[in-house]
DNA sequence: ATGAAAGCGCTAACAG
DNA sequence: CTGTTAGCGCTTTCAT
C-alpha cells in the first residue's frame, strides 16, 4: 500500500503539500499530485490520520437489539442526518446484555466522534462510568435515573400508558392486565408507572396476578399471557409494553385458541409495520421512531461541530393511539 | 487521558515493558505497572496500536437493509461466533444504495480486520474494486457473478423456487405469478431463474402480465400486487421473492378486498418470526439465516487465524418449505 | 527480563 | 504557497 510519502516523492513535493492537496486546500503542483495518487492508488490511512487528528469521522449507535423494528427505524433515522454531516455510522447491538454493551462501549468510545445508545438499565455502569475524556453520548429511548449530564429524546412513557388505558377503560374494561418490561430499564419503569397511576386515576385496582415482568423479548410475552390465560379471573384486556412481547402474547393466545379481541384485548407499546397485516390488526400505542433517530443525531452534531458545553437537553416525543381490531368492549364472559 | 508513557514513569520502568505487561507477558515489576494502570486510569489507544500492529480486532458486516428481519437474524449469527473469538462486529447499512455501500466498504477495509457482505448487484464494482491489500471478505446471501475468488455462503435458491411452484401446482394452479427481486442481485435472478425452470418443466408458461419486477422493498411488492390484480386475467397464485415484498403484497390484497388464499395464493421466500401471526398465516420458502451467518463468520476467521490463502470456498444452505395458511388449492373463478 | 530507539502514516505548527 | 519537522501512542526489534 502506497503511503503519503511515495505520493510526495511521485510528485516531487512534500508530504505537507500532499496532505494539504488532500485536505482540498489549492495547491500549486495539484495536477502532479492528483496524477501520482491515481497511478499508485493511494488512500489515506484513516487510522495515522486519527490518530494524528483525533478525528474519526463516524459515530457509533448501540441499540439493544437491532431485531426489533423500533430499533431499526431509530438507526435508519440516525442515519439521515449523520450521512449528510459526512458522518459514518457503526452499529452496535448489544442484544440486552450488559457485557456486550460495555464491550461496545468502550470499543466506540476509542473509534467514533461520538455515541448514540440506548442504555440497557437506568443504573447503567458502562455509561454512568464515562469521563470528560469521552466523545459526547446521547441517549435515545431509554434514560438514566440519576444522571442529567446526557443530552436524551425520549418518548412520553407516561401519556402512551395512559392513552392505553382510557381506551381500554372507555370500552368498558376494567380487568386490565399489563406485560411489562424490565424495571431496571426506564421505558419499562415509566410503562409500568404510568399503568398504575393511570388505572388509578380511573379508580381501578391491579392485582398481583395481572402484573407480569417481561424482558422486552418475544419469548417473555408469550409466557406471560400463557401465564394470565391460566388463572381462574382472566382478565379481559392485556396492555403489553413493547411490540416484541405483543407478538409473543399473540403467539401464546393463537395458540390456545383464544380469539381476539373476542375472548380478551390485546393493546402494546410500539407500532409495527406489519400490524395492520396481523390477525388481528393491532391496536398500539404509536410513535415516530425514525424522527426520534433524527432528532437524536441532531443533538450528537450539535455538539460535535458546534457548543460542546451547555446544558444538557432532553427532548419527548409524542405518541399517538392506533386503533386497530384488536381491542373492542368486552365481549365474552371471562370467568374459567 | 494518560498515555503509556505516562504509566511507565509512574511505575518506574520503560514503555516496552508496559507495554510488555500490557500483552499478557510476564513482567518483572507487574505489580507496580499494574498499580500505575489502575491509578491513572489508564487504558491504551486502539488506534494507537491499529496503526503499529495492523489489528483492528474487529470484522465488519454490511447488509443492504438491517431492517429486514432476515438480515437482522444473520447478523445474529455472525455475532455468535466472531465475539467468542474475540471480535468485536461493526455493522454497516448500505440501504440498497451502492453508493452508501461503496463508502462503508471503503471505511471498512480501514477499520476491520475482515468483512463479510452481501453485495447489491451481482457487479458490484466496490467489491471487485478489492485488491490484494484489503482484508479477507466473504460473501454471504448473494454473490458476485464473474468472480469467484471469495468466500461465500449462499441459500439454495432454485431447489427454493422449485419447491414454491411444485408446491403451487400440486394444489392444481397454473396461473401463476412471480414478483421479481431485482435481476441485478443473484438472489433475485437465481430466483426468477428458478421459477421461470420449474414452471416450464411443468410445462407451464408465463406471460410477460405474470412477472413484476420489484426491489426487495415493501412499497414494491404492494405496486405489483396491485398491477397484478388489475389483469384481466388475474392470478390464482403468486409467489413473492422475498419477505418485505410478500408484506407489501399483503397489504395490498389486503387493502383490495381480497381474500387470501380463497380468491389467491400467496409464497413467499425468506420466513418471518411473526409469519404464522399474519392473516393468514403465510405460506414460505424457509432458512436458517443465524446458521448461514455463522458460517459465513467460520469461513472469515479462517482466514484470519488460518490459513489466508487456499481457494475460496463455497457453501450452500439449504432451503425449506413452510406451508402455512395462504395457499391453497384454486378455489374461486379468476376471471374479472 | 529489560530499556533504547525506530517507526507505523499522517497532520499541523512553524519558518521561509 | 511550500517544505521541514515534531509528534499522535503504541509495538517491536535489538542490544544488554
Known sequence: MANIQDVARAAGVST??????????????GEAISRAV???????????????????????????????????????????????????????????DPEQENSLLES?????????????????????GLDDESPPVVLVDRQLSVESRFDRVIADNA????????????LGHSDIAFISGPLMSSPGRARRDG??????????????????LGDFREASGFTAMNRLWSLAKRPTAVFVANN???????????????????????ISFDDLSFASLLNPP????????????RIAARLLLRRLTGDPGGPAEKVTVPVDLVIRRSTSFPRSPHRK
Open 244 to 266: 416484541l412481547m405483543a407478538i409473543g402474547a399473540l403467539k401464546a393466545l393463537h395458540d390456545l385458541g383464544v380469539r381476539v379481541p373476542d375472548d380478551i384485548s390485546v
Open 282 to 293: 393491532l391496536t398500539v400505542i404509536g410513535r415516530d421512531e425514525r424522527e426520534q433517530g
Open 38 to 96: 491515481r497511478e499508485l492508488d493511494y488512500s489515506p490511512s484513516a487510522v495515522a490520520r486519527t490518530l494524528k487528528s483525533g478525528r474519526h469521522d463516524s459515530i457509533g449507535v448501540i441499540v439493544p437489539d437491532i431485531t426489533n423494528p423500533f430499533f431499526a427505524g431509530l438507526v435508519k433515522g440516525i442515519d439521515d442526518v449523520a450521512r449528510p454531516a459526512g458522518f459514518q455510522l457503526i452499529l452496535g447491538n448489544s442484544d440486552e
Open 16 to 29: 505537507a503539500s500532499v496532505s494539504r492537496y488532500l485536505a482540498g486546500k489549492t495547491v500549486r503542483s
Open 195 to 212: 399503568f398504575l397511576r393511570s388505572m388509578s386515576a380511573h379508580g381501578l385496582a391491579v392485582g398481583e396476578d395481572y402484573l407480569h
Open 108 to 128: 466506540f468510545v476509542q473509534r467514533t466522534d461520538g455515541i448514540i445508545i440506548a442504555p440497557l438499565v437506568e443504573e447503567d455502569r458502562s455509561v454512568l
Open 159 to 170: 401519556t402512551g400508558s395512559r392513552l392505553a388505558v382510557d381506551h381500554l377503560t372507555a
